[in-house]
Every structure is written in C-alpha cells, then in structure tokens.
C-alpha cells in the first residue's frame, strides 16, 4: 500500500479548530486514544493535518524508504481530531506518533504545563549545533516556542499582502504607489466610493475587514505592532499600542464615511461578491494566492499584490496569518530518525518548489529564497511576480509567541472589537480619538478574564499582572 492510499484511506474531513477547555480536551482525547489505538506499523508514523501536504510528501517519503529503509506512514485528520490524539497521548503518557504536523491554533495546548512535561521534544538545542537558526526565518520560530525555548520547526512564513481590483483602480485612473500608509489608502482611493447605481451605498468599499473578523483583527493588530502575548507567555491584551491600534482599525467600520465592508472569505456568497467588486483590498497572505487562483478563477488578470500600507509612514508593510509546524512526540522510539525525516522535508529546494507552485506558500528557509520559482511571473495577479513580492517582506513579519491560551486571547480580542463597535454605534462615535478610551477599557476588562487562566496555571503565573 502506497503512502497516497494510506492517505485516502484514512482522511477523516478537514474541519475547523474548536475552542475547547483544556481539562475536557484531555478527557475526551484520553478517551479516544485508548479506546481507538492506531496500529503502529514498522518505520516512521507521521500525524497531520493537511491531505494536501500529504500527497505533497509522498515522493520524498518513498525516496526516503528507498534510500535508508524506513518506510513513512502518514495518518491524515481534521484538526480537531489531530489535536485530540495529541493531548490524549501526551496527558496520558502513551505513544503517540513519531511526527506530527500541527498548525498554529492546535499547538499552544502542548505547552500548558512545565516545560519538562512538555509532550513535544525541546528542538533547541539541535537547531542552534546545526545552525537552523541562521538558515530559517527568525519570526518563524516564535509560534513554535515557549519560555525560550523551540519545540517545532517552521513550514511556513506567511507574510501578508493586500490584494486589490487592479482593473478598477487602474479603470479609474488612480496610481497605488502614492499610498504608504493607511491614511493614504483611505484618501487615495475614495474617489472610488461613489453611489452610481443608486441604491444608497457605495459601489465600492475600500477594504473587506470587519469588527467581527477574527483572524484578520490579530493580521492588523500585529502590523500596528501589538501582540496578544509576550515572550514569556504573559498576556498583553490591554497595552496601550493594541488599543490604539484597535482604535485606528474600528474607526474604519464605523460612521457614514466608513470604507470597510465585511465579505466572508470562504463562502461562494462572499467569492460572488469579490467577483463583483464590492472591496477593492484584501488582507492576503501568501496561502490566500492558491485559493483565489482555485475557487475565483474569474479574477484572474484583474488582481494585483502590494505591500500592506503601514500605520505610520516608514512602519511595517506586512503581517502573519497562519502557520505549521513539524514536531517530534518525546515518546517516538525513533527520535534521530525522525529528525533527520522532518529537515529531509522541510529544508529540501524540490518540496519549497513544489509547495509555492501548488499553495502559494513561500519556504521560510532564507537559503531557498533565490530560487527562480519565486520569480516566474503569476498570470493570475497580472503577471507579477508573486512569489518574489511575499519573500521581500517575509524578514519583516511580526513575532508571535505561543500560550496554551492562544485562542482565549483571540476570543477577548474579538470580544473587546464588539463590545466597542456597539458602544461606538449606539452613541454616535467613529474617529480613533473617540473610541480610544473605549478600546482601552474593552481591553482591560477582556485580558482580566485570560489572566484569570493564566493565574490558575501556577506553570505560567509567575509575572502575570
């Protein structure tokens, strides 16, 4: 049996992360695990997320067999079930895998006790005695760390660009390299936000991004230069950069000259409504591109890719969305083996190749960077060069650092947006001056209720306010 069939046999649906409580996760997972063991099989057991990536492996898996004797077997599951497996095994002390895919939202869990019960093997020390340090993207690390020290190794960068409607912009006579900053992005395109047709709104909104978007409200965020946690895991919900950034970003969303509309990202609903223009900008990352090109291919040749504008002039022209990991379960009998496997794929010049041409996605491996692959010009996005524009700025992404309680702070992030966007409407505000304050008390309220985990977790207490 092929590792393509073991694939298809085994792929149980790509579902969405859940929120779940840790304690219940661990339950249930204990569960599961004990009452469905997966049949080890001789050689490499490899756990993931991605059927695409899997079938992306298969090549170098069976040259990895042919080569050195050691057949790969890759198990496939929704992301839910992957992390269930995960945590059962690793709360449980039972085997688990001897790698594992994981992406970001899935992996903070691992990292809720002390670091020596942390169920991942500590890479640290491998990575700098190899040198991965000086070849690998420096923010790449970060999702995958805790309290200093690495437990994953980066599949990805994923630096964040805005897509826009060149055929629009470009119909009207406007030119996008007047624009740097936000500012200049409202001010340049608002020609655009006429009413022709009548109906009372704008043809055209400038941005698709909405108070309710969670994983776009952290893109913008970390742009702004916030952060939802710090290197040592203590939450930072309540600084006052987040607030002024969330301030700057919901002024955007609100009052009569608001230029931001909310159109689903995945929905065909959403896909008519980017087919018809109804946003001229959105927030892409590089695993966007490949999505676009595969389930909107009517925009073809009438979308172009720039730098985000920055906050300020001179400031960060690019953000994060995103991200995987390869690790090594600490209960893996064949941990050398396993290590030299994972940087058999993640370092390798075929496989970045072939990830960009089938995802979009750019290797943070900077060695790989000149690559000509990068440069072939992307008849979809007008015949730029996409894979070049995301690389310039990939050194330039902010740092993320993991929590167990990642997802209550994107949770409390979202909940302040709300909480403010309906105080704003319900008494007329709508410049960053005005929500200021009221982003600040938002915030503080909402990181109270992460500290309160935080405090409970006498692993991670220490230096919590």
Known sequence: ????????????????????????????????????????????????????????????????????????????????????????????????????????????????????????????????????RDRINPASFTPWMSRGRIFGLPHDVHPVLLGYRADIVEAAGIDMSQIETWDDYERVLAPLMTDDNGDGEPDHYLLSFWENQIDNLEVLLLQGGGSMFDADGRCTLSSDTNAAVLAEILSWCLGDDRFCIEINEWTNTGHAQKIDGLAIGYLMPDWMCGIW???????????????????????????????????????????????????????????????????????????????????EPSPYFSGQPTGRLYIEQAPHIPARYASPYYWNGLLALRNAATIVAEQARSRGLSTPEELLPLAKNALVSEQRSVDQLLNRNAFLAEGTP
């Open 293 to 375: 090109l595969t389930q909107i291919p009517q925009l073809e040749g009438k979308v172009k890719l720039m730098p985000l504008p920055a906050f300020e002039p001179g400031g960060r022209r690019t953000s994060v969305r995103g991200g995987s990991m390869m690790g090594i379960p600490k209960t893996s009998q064949n941990i050398e083996e396993a290590w030299a496997f994972a940087k058999e794929l993640y370092l390798s010049r075929d496989l970045a190749q072939e990830l960009y041409n089938k995802t979009g996605i750019v290797t943070p491996v900077t060695e790989l960077w000149d690559d000509p692959v990068f440069d």
């Open 1 to 132: 049996m092929t590792m393509k069939d073991r694939v298809a046999g085994l792929w149980s649906g790509a579902l969405s992360p859940g929120s779940l409580v840790i304690a219940l996760c661990a339950l249930v997972s204990g569960v599961v695990v004990l009452t469905t063991p997966i049949k080890r099989e001789p050689g490499l057991e490899l756990w993931m997320f991605s059927p695409e990536h899997a079938l992306m492996y298969e090549p170098a898996a069976e040259r990895w067999e042919s080569e050195t004797g050691t057949a790969v077997h890759a198990r496939v599951f929704g992301i839910p079930a992957l992390k269930r497996r995960m945590m059962g095994g690793f709360f449980a002390g039972v085997e688990t895998s001897d790698l594992i895919e994981g992406e970001r939202q899935m992996i903070g869990t691992a990292f809720a006790g002390p670091l020596d019960s942390v169920g991942f093997l500590d890479l640290t020390d491998r990575i700098e005695a190899e040198g991965l």
